[in-house]
């Protein structure tokens, strides 16, 4: 059996190469700059020490260590630009792109950042929900902090979770009547499950980027890299899971989760 260490590792290795593999395949079919797709559509950056859980260069953030690497990728791609296939491409990004992805590593291995998905997360009284509120609307985000275990496996457990949000929600902002998500797990028919029909019926899908609303659904429950949704992704060009951003009215929510409650026996 890996280690979490170990677990961790194959993960950054093989998602840094699929990431590689995409904008490969970007530059192909899009008429964008290579800095421009290297780091708002492919989510290596926040895989580096570079990353401090708030600043982007997508979003307009000057990093000159960050641009050091893009020069060298760049340098990468058109040395590899005749290859048959992207494999050595591959390799030598991530070979290029390792010390600061071990540098972000040590970092969360002494308790700087929650080690399972390389993110910098408050502790929540919601498990596996969190959120934060935007114009008139609260946005949930969903991230499995029970790895290696999937919040999937105790359906009971994450849907009083997310009553808990709720419960919250309605005394800290009684005026707030829309709960927003935007991710590819909306695409997921168990996440889809604890919420009501119009949630997945008026969901829009949106642009892919570099966040983990795309980039998640290539991480198992264990944390390891999810090679069969990889896979579908290299053979298609396409996401197997799209990001769509969902919505429903709070006491829609309400009213669906206590009617699963019920049906659980609780």
């Known amino acids: 059996m890996k280690t979490r260490l170990e677990i961790r590792r194959n993960y950054d290795r093989e998602c840094v190469k699929l990431k590689i593999w995409y904008v490969h395949h970007l530059l192909q079919t899009e008429q964008r700059p290579f800095e421009e797709l290297i780091a708002g559509r492919a989510d290596i950056y926040r895989r580096t020490h570079l990353w401090d859980g708030e600043h982007h260069p997508a979003n307009g953030h000057s990093d000159p260590e ?6 060298g990728l ?56 969190s959120r934060d509120y935007a114009e008139d609307r609260v946005h949930i985000h969903f991230t499995n902090v029970l790895q290696p275990k999937s919040p999937f496996w105790d359906m009971p457990a994450l849907t009083r979770s997310l009553l808990k949000l709720l419960d919250d929600l309605e005394h800290d902002r009684p005026d707030i ?53 990889a896979e579908r992704f290299r053979a298609t060009g396409e996401f197997p899971y799209a990001s769509l951003v969902c919505s429903a009215d709070r006491s829609s929510i309400r009213a669906h989760v206590e009617t699963l409650l019920a049906e659980y026996g609780e």
């Not at 960050?66 to 020069?71: K, P, S, T």
């Not at 119009?198 to 890299?225: I, L, N, S, V």
């Open 66 to 71: 960050w641009n050091v690497l893009v020069d």
């Open 74 to 129: 760049k340098d990468l791609f058109r040395q590899h630009r005749d290859d048959e296939t992207t494999q050595a491409l591959e390799d030598a990004a991530y070979a290029l792109l390792l010390p600061a992805m071990e540098k972000r590593l040590a970092g969360e291995r002494g308790g700087d950042l929650w080690e399972g998905a390389g993110q910098i997360i408050p502790p929540t009284p919601y498990g596996c929900f």
């Open 177 to 229: 009547r829309i709960v927003q998500c935007g991710s590819w797990i909306n695409n997921f028919p168990p996440f889809r499950s604890l919420f009501p029909p119009e949630w997945r019926d008026d969901g829009k899908q949106y642009t892919p980027g570099y966040t983990y609303g795309w980039w998640g659904q290539f991480m198992t429950h264990t944390g390891d890299f999810h090679y069969r949704n």
